[in-house]
């Protein structure tokens, strides 16, 4: 089960307006773990509206007055039955303005072999739609009956008349954990995410930083660093974040008075592969060449890791005035950098 940071998060989406748009089929079978995840981001001062096509008959009053009771400040819309089969182009042209939308659906959208698809750019669906590279657009994503509905997301995303869209799977918290998790448990679209680099402050933050640690020190990529060593180190260490929420970090090491190691570099999982290991790294050097510190040092085992220094202008080699520090991870590749 994700771990949740209500208060990080609460900070950032409180005065949001949220959409949550579900078809018919779908409400009915999770309403009431929809209808609780919708109290619940009403509860953290988030503008919420929930968009259903459930029909307007006598049958169904039960659902409206549910509606009315449970969330009485949400946003109730009904989408016109005969507009059904378009439930996404509507709820796209409805929702002008919107911060974000969730789409609940069966599963999150995966690629051609299956795999989950945690995050995906508007930027890089529209290029491969367009035909630029080798790879089809179907092979982007393997769900077949939404690649025409990619296009149109898209579009609202790129001229901004929308803001962020998530498709969430239909399960209990998924719009919980889809928004107040590291993790999430959809697919999140958008435009170019545009990071900034800032210094661990509070003790949630210390949290989070660890739990973005957690993975790669289970496969032996980094260092153990405990919850009380980053808590005591944290002007040592930044956090990459996107709309205010942490998505990757790096820790400052003072080797001598003119090398700054880069360590502890993580990307949460839903970020990876969206250029937030370039960002940090970069960012890293202009810290390091702000502090007046006249090259930057890294060991990694990490292959994808040593790729990206290598393309940014690092060497791979340990100066002799750095071998103290190569001793101390014997067989670690080292990446230097000359600023």
């Known amino acids: ?10 900070k950032t989406l409180a005065g949001a307006k949220i959409v949550v748009a579900c078809r018919e089929g779908i409400l009915r079978e999770f309403i009431s773990q929809i209808l609780g995840d919708i109290k619940f981001l009403e509860r953290q001062n988030i503008r919420t509206t929930l968009l259903h096509n459930i029909p307007n ?15 009485p400040n949400t946003r109730i819309g009904r989408i016109p039955v005969e507009r059904g089969d378009d439930f996404y182009d509507y709820v796209l042209n409805a929702t002008l303005g919107a911060d974000k939308i969730l789409f609940v659906e ?3 959208l995966t690629d051609e072999n299956g795999r989950k698809l945690n995050s995906l750019t508007t930027r890089n669906a529209l290029r491969l739609m367009e035909g630029k590279k080798i790879m089809a657009y179907g092979d982007l994503v393997a769900n077949a009956n939404f690649r025409s509905i990619l296009e149109k997301i898209c ?30 448990v959809g697919t999140l679209i958008a435009n170019n995410f545009a990071e900034t680099l800032e210094t661990v402050e509070s003790d949630d933050e210390v949290r ?34 996107i709309d205010g929420i942490p998505v990757g970090c790096v820790e400052t090491i003072v080797l001598d ?61 340990t100066p002799d005035d750095l071998r103290f520090r190569q001793e101390k991870s014997p067989g670690v590749p080292m990446f230097v950098y000359s600023l």
């Open 1 to 10: 089960m994700p771990k949740l940071f209500i208060e990080q998060y609460q």
């Open 57 to 71: 008959r006598a049958s169904n009053r039960k659902f409206f007055r549910l509606f009315d009771d449970k969330l």
């Open 106 to 108: 069966r599963k999150y």
């Open 155 to 184: 579009a609202k995303i790129e001229t901004r008349e929308v803001g962020r869209i998530h498709i969430v799977p239909a399960k209990k918290n998924c719009l919980k954990h889809e928004l107040f998790s590291l993790e999430g």
């Open 208 to 241: 989070i930083v660890q739990d973005i640690l957690r993975p790669y020190i289970k496969k032996g990529l980094i260092k153990p660093r405990t919850r009380e060593h980053i808590s005591a180190m944290r002007n040592s260490f930044h956090m990459a974040k």
């Open 257 to 317: 008075s003119v090398s700054a190691e880069l360590g502890a570099l993580a990307v949460a999982t839903r970020y990876r592969n969206q250029q937030v290991g370039f960002f940090l790294i970069q960012s890293f050097v202009e810290m390091a060449k702000k502090h007046g510190f006249k090259r930057v040092v890294s060991l990694t085992r990490n292959h994808k890791l040593k790729g990206i220094y290598l393309s940014v202008g690092f060497e791979q080699k």
